[in-house]
């Protein structure tokens, strides 16, 4: 593989606070490795190109700045390509005709993605790493291709929300590199972004006027909710929790048609009530909520519906950590309790011995983890059930079970099945609040709604077990007063915009994590793994949400 270079620094923009641009350089080519970039880059065929909204806030708030630059650049062989915040190409502009053939055979065209994990180090796939404008000359291009061309690219930063929305480049051939660049890409940028807030208040403007219409009446709960605004009436505020906001946020966010739609939602105060939510029209990333009146009384959320005590065998199935023994105990918490592993650390007959004197008597009983029965053991309880022995069981997913257990599960009709941590988002706030109680009952902290948002959209492999935890973490350094995204462990502090995906979506998503996890990240050998190309699966990828 090509070495990085090591020319001099050319003309050009800021980088990171204490990272100079020789060293970001150097960073991107070793992200552009890992990531299995190719140094001849994608073919033609491999580029995967997706459909471009011109209306989108940001082609609305650039498209007239564009307009003055291309003016300005006419008569040059400079061009101007604007990404979005995923690196996903908007539009491009050139002057000369002649570079439309040699834009298109290195994948730059709209719709198709310039970020650092398909085209390497490139000055629009560094800003999007790092948030700083930059400079990339001639060889210090990955793909060596590009190696013949100078590109400057700067961060265009929403001035409310100060998130990255898209990226400006300029573009040139090495011997028309020219320093001036850099200062007039930032004028334009700021342009844009002076745009974007004026878009900003127009839209606050209309989600204001949204709320207003719906707040008429006094005895309806009306939440409005944008990109950094959260608007509610007295009747919400008595309703909800901040938690309940950060559950909101994501039915805003799988929130795909303009029509109204109806759900119901489970409060953090564990009230049971439907909500109708629906866009504003003309509004960026804004939703209007509406509650119904609760009527009756609060109807609590309970793990099942489970009648205690226990008068017939139970299964309690699910993944490991989904809170399989705290339910068991909630619903049997006089029984005795036997864990199936003891019997493969210890005498295997003298735990069986155990089992059976447990099943002769009447008193109730908990057997857990069947997963790790033995045959013999198995087959005992197979027997005490036919017997009309009354017992609650914990295991694995049934469809996991072999062999004698599962015939035992087979035999128990009644069962609760645990979904894992990751499809119970919209319970997280209350779920992180029972164990932060668990774990420090003197705790007097509060999850600002941010966190839950962090924490729902995380992946949970390992479920409860893991939330613990985090949330162990967070109490070591704070017992008292609100949690924010800074008490989190890094690595849960981003709020990742995930969907909630179908079943068949969460098979392909969870083994295309699984793959990039097995080969530490690196692109080109999980697409290897998985038997598809690395273009397809950076596609993937973007349409699943799963964050390089």
């Known amino acids: 593989m090509t070495a990085v270079p090591q020319s001099p620094p050319g003309p050009g923009l800021t980088t990171p606070s204490g990272v100079d641009r020789r060293q970001a350089i150097e960073f991107s080519w070793k992200r552009s490795w890992l990531n299995g970039i190719q140094p001849a880059g994608p073919q033609p065929a491999e580029v995967t190109v997706e459909q471009v909204d011109p209306s989108n806030h940001l082609m609305r708030a650039a ?18 390509l604007l990404a979005d915040r995923d690196g996903r190409i908007q539009c491009r502009w050139f002057d000369d005709p002649r570079l439309e053939t040699v834009l298109d055979s290195l994948g ?25 404008g930059i400079a990339v000359h001639g060889e210090e291009h990955f793909i060596e291709p590009f190696q013949a061309f100078s590109c400057y690219a700067h961060p265009i930063i929403h001035p409310v929300s100060k998130r990255l929305v898209g990226v400006l480049d300029i573009s040139g051939t090495t011997r028309d590199a020219n320093p001036l660049l850099a200062p007039f890409l930032v004028r334009a940028v700021e342009d844009i972004e002076f745009r974007l807030l004026d878009q900003a208040r127009a839209s606050e403007r209309l989600l204001l006027a949204a709320f207003q219409a719906e707040s008429r009446y006094r ?13 509610t009436n ?22 795909d048609s303009a029509e109204e739609q109806r759900t119901r939602l489970t409060l953090a ?18 939703t209007l909520f509406r509650f119904a009146r609760p009527h009756g009384p609060v109807r609590r959320r309970t793990a099942s519906s489970r009648p205690e005590p226990v008068d017939r065998p139970l299964l309690i199935e699910g993944a490991t950590g989904t809170g399989r023994s705290t339910e068991a105990r909630r619903i049997a918490p006089d029984a005795v309790f036997l864990h199936c592993g003891e019997g493969s650390l210890r005498d295997e ?18 057997v857990e983890h069947i997963e790790l029965l033995s045959d013999a053991a198995a087959c005992a309880l197979v027997d005490a059930i036919a017997n009309g022995r009354s017992m609650v069981l914990t295991s694995s997913p049934v469809d996991e079970l072999t062999g004698p257990r599962a015939a035992l599960a087979a035999m128990v009709v009644d069962r609760i099945s645990l979904p894992p941590l990751r499809d119970r988002c919209r319970e997280i706030g209350t779920l992180a609040m029972s164990i932060i109680r668990e774990v420090d009952p003197a705790a007097d902290v509060r999850l600002i709604p941010r966190v839950v948002e962090a924490l729902a959209s995380h992946s949970w492999p390992g479920n409860f077990h893991e939330l613990r935890a985090v949330l ?42 699984e793959a990039l996890r097995a080969h530490d990240g690196n692109k080109a050998r999980a697409a290897g793994e998985l038997g598809i190309s ?9 349409a699943l949400k799963i964050m390089p």
């Open 63 to 80: 498209g007239p700045v564009l307009d003055m630059l291309t003016s300005k650049l006419s008569g040059t062989r400079y061009s101007l």
């Open 108 to 132: 730059i065209r709209p719709g198709a993605s310039a970020s650092e994990d398909v085209l390497g180090t490139s000055a629009i796939g560094i800003v999007l790493e790092t948030r700083r």
């Open 219 to 231: 005895d309806r709960a009306v939440v409005a909710l944008g990109d950094d605004v959260v608007l």
């Open 234 to 255: 007295r009747a919400a505020g008595d309703l909800l929790a901040p938690a309940d906001f950060a559950a909101l946020r994501l039915l805003a966010n799988d929130l």
């Open 269 to 286: 105060s564990g009230t049971d009530i439907e909500v109708c939510l629906a866009p504003v029209q003309g509004a960026r990333a804004a």
């Open 349 to 366: 007959a003298e735990w069986t011995a155990r089992l059976r004197d447990q099943l002769s008597g009447s008193g109730a009983l908990c």
């Open 472 to 513: 162990t973490h967070v109490l070591r350094n704070r017992t008292a007063g609100d949690v924010t995204l800074r008490d989190l462990p890094e690595e849960y502090r981003t709020v990742r915009r995930v969907r909630l995906l179908a079943g068949r979506e969460r098979a392909e998503r969870e083994a295309i994590v």
């Open 534 to 542: 690395r273009t397809t699966l950076y596609a993937r990828m973007r």
